[in-house]
């Protein structure tokens, strides 16, 4: 199986600061990662595919860059309702894995 | 607008096993894989396995496999996914999702709405 580590696993800061969070693949995944946001009592929902597509809809706040296996994840000027759990996930083989998630709050 | 709409809250008891089901509408239910995540008590998300809706082949993820068995029901645009031999490990959310077999973009971009199942004696 592909390990997938974030870092780091939590993380506070304020409203309007630039949130950086880091997954690693335990091999080279090329682009193929994904990242997903899970607030409290809902499902996830994708906000980047092939590490650097924003999906549809999402605030272009959101960006992701990296191949390989080193990949990162960027909120430009948090805002209050990005706080949530946010997942890399890998899909260029099988099982499909999922990063150990990072937590956002606010300062 | 595509969704996704599963099944309710499960109660069983060890040993037993639970099905899950997922009705999807508003898309063409042969174009997706449907995939089941789950997610235990304050842990994070779990691939389990997927469905290719119009072959119905199955892929598990390997702890899974010879306890989870996925099928389809294209009439109703339906998946069920069922968990044997449960334990209390096996309490968590589950959700299915799903991920294009014919678009270019990858991810799961719509999610059902999670179904509690608890484990208990």
């Known amino acids: 199986d592909i390990q997938m580590t974030q870092s780091p696993s939590s993380l506070s800061a304020s409203v309007g600061d630039r949130v950086t969070i880091t997954c690693q693949a335990s091999?080279?995944?090329?682009?193929?990662l994904n990242w997903y946001q899970q607030k409290p009592g809902e499902a996830p929902k994708l906000l980047i595919y092939?590490?650097?597509n924003l999906q549809l809809g999402v605030p272009t706040r959101f960006s992701g860059s990296g191949s390989g296996t080193q990949f990162t994840f960027t909120i430009n000027s948090l805002q209050p309702e990005d706080i949530a759990t946010y997942y890399c996930?890998?899909?260029?083989?099988?099982?499909?894995?999922f990063g150990p998630g990072t937590k956002v709050d606010i300062k | 607008q595509a969704q996704l709409v599963q099944s309710g809250v499960e109660v069983k008891k060890p040993g037993a096993s639970v099905q899950v089901s997922c009705k999807a509408s508003?898309?063409?239910?042969?174009?997706?894989?449907i995939h089941w995540v789950r997610q235990a008590p304050g842990q994070g998300l779990e691939w389990m396995g997927l469905?290719?809706?119009?072959?119905?082949?199955?892929n598990s993820a390997p702890r899974f496999q010879g306890r989870v068995t996925m099928t389809r029901d294209t009439s109703t645009s339906t998946v069920s996914m069922e968990l044997k031999s449960l334990g209390f490990e096996d309490t968590a959310v589950y959700y299915c999702?799903?991920?294009?077999?014919?678009?270019?973009?990858?991810?799961?971009?719509?999610w059902g709405q999670g179904t509690l199942v608890t484990v208990s004696s």
């Open positions: 999702a799903r991920e294009t077999i014919v678009g270019a973009e990858s991810g799961f971009d719509y």
């Open positions: 508003g898309y063409i239910f042969t174009d997706y894989y």
């Open positions: 469905i290719n809706p119009n072959s119905g082949i199955t």
């Open positions: 091999r080279d995944i090329s682009n193929y």
């Open positions: 092939d590490s650097s």
């Open positions: 996930q890998q899909y260029d083989n099988f099982p499909r894995t």
